[in-house]
């Protein structure tokens, strides 16, 4: 059983920076992808970011040039730098990953950026 925990989320004025964790609870053998979604209220659940097995990694398009992802597996950790931030930023972030076929999800963290 894995279970996925991200932190780091909070209320950022637009222009500024948030670094999200997601920390892995449980082997992280097999995991072919982990990834970034967020969901804004009313919206579906939406890409962010991906990373690979291999460290390719895939970006939304709006947000290609602001945010980062990136893996430690040693600390069996995500991360994702989020770098001049907008107000349509805002949305709850949720960590994935899939392993052996099976999709695992975070409870989400709560990204807010406004003045």
């Known amino acids: 059983q894995v279970q996925l925990v991200e932190s780091g989320g909070g209320l950022v004025q637009p222009g500024g920076s948030l670094r999200l964790s997601c920390s892995v609870f449980g082997s992280i053998l097999g995991i072919n992808v982990m990834g970034w979604y967020r969901q804004a209220p009313g919206n579906q659940r939406k890409m962010v970011a991906l990373?690979?097995?291999?460290?390719?990694?895939i970006y939304a398009d709006s947000v290609k040039g602001r945010f980062t992802i990136s893996r430690d597996n040693a600390k069996k950790t995500m991360y994702l730098q989020m770098n001049s931030l907008k107000p349509e930023d805002t949305s709850i972030y949720y960590c994935?990953?899939?392993?052996?076929?099976?999709?695992?999800w975070g409870k989400g963290t709560l990204v807010t950026v406004s003045p």
């Open positions: 994935n990953i899939l392993r052996l076929g099976i999709d695992y």
């Open positions: 990373v690979t097995s291999t460290d390719d990694t």
